[in-house]
């Protein structure tokens, strides 16, 4: 599936039933969106990923094994995990 970044670049894809979901890089997206988002079949987006801390972005994602969650990591230390079908945040906590 071709997909095109939002506002920055691409740095994962990862192929769900649903669609992609989508990582861009954070350098220079805008602040009071998410840069994590799951891109439908059609092509439209489906959610953004909820922000444990509306200032931080997300660095890495992965899905975990259960295959309805995934896990993220922020930029301000949040190790999260996130609902796969809405994108909700389902419980964070923070490490430094």
Partial sequence: MNVEALY???DKMIQVNAGVIVLENPTG?????ANLYLVGLNGKIIWKAEKPDPNTF???VKLND???TFS???LNGHACELDLK???LISFTTFR
Avoid at 29 to 33: D, G, S, V
């Fill in 8 to 10: 920055t670049k691409i």
């Fill in 58 to 60: 997300f660095t890495r």
């Fill in 72 to 74: 993220a990591y922020t």
């Fill in 29 to 33: 997206f805008p602040h009071n969106e």
């Fill in 66 to 68: 259960d295959g309805r």
């Fill in 86 to 88: 809405s994108g909700r």
